[in-house]
């Protein structure tokens, strides 16, 4: 397992995450559109693998999916640096532009890609999902 940190832009806000990412994804959708001017490359991860310490400001939204999003940005520096969504409390979304180490994750997967513009650099490599992603599957483990 490796376990991976990262920080806000200014680093009034950093975390640590102890599991490896259910999921890496570049998302497309409208909303991600506005706060990265691009797609957004996120992680999935497990809630109770995320350590974050210092202040974050929330935003709430109803994304395109129907799901509420809870977005938490620095509330120094604005920066953004996870989301959650209504219908997965278990998860949290984690932006990869914050980890120290943003090589040490790959995106697999073009997610929202309907509402790409014309002149997205979308990575003909990776799966391509229209809109909302089904949940990853549960891990193959021992867990009972
Ligand atoms: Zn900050
Ligand atoms: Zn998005």
Known sequence: MTERTGRCLCGAVSFT?????????????RDCQHLAANGTVNLLVAADA?????????FLKTADSGNEISRQFCATCGTHVLARSSA????????AGNLDEPSSIRP????????????A????????IEQQPLPPKPAPSAEA
């Open 88 to 95: 997965r409390p278990q998860f949290r979304v984690l932006r």
């Open 17 to 29: 995450l102890s599991a490896e990412p259910l999921a890496v994804r570049v998302c497309w959708c």
């Open 50 to 58: 995320l350590t974050v310490s210092g202040t974050l400001s929330e």
């Open 108 to 119: 697999n997967m073009n997610i929202w890609a309907a509402s790409a513009p014309d002149w």
């Open 121 to 128: 650099c979308l990575d003909q490599a990776l799966e391509r």
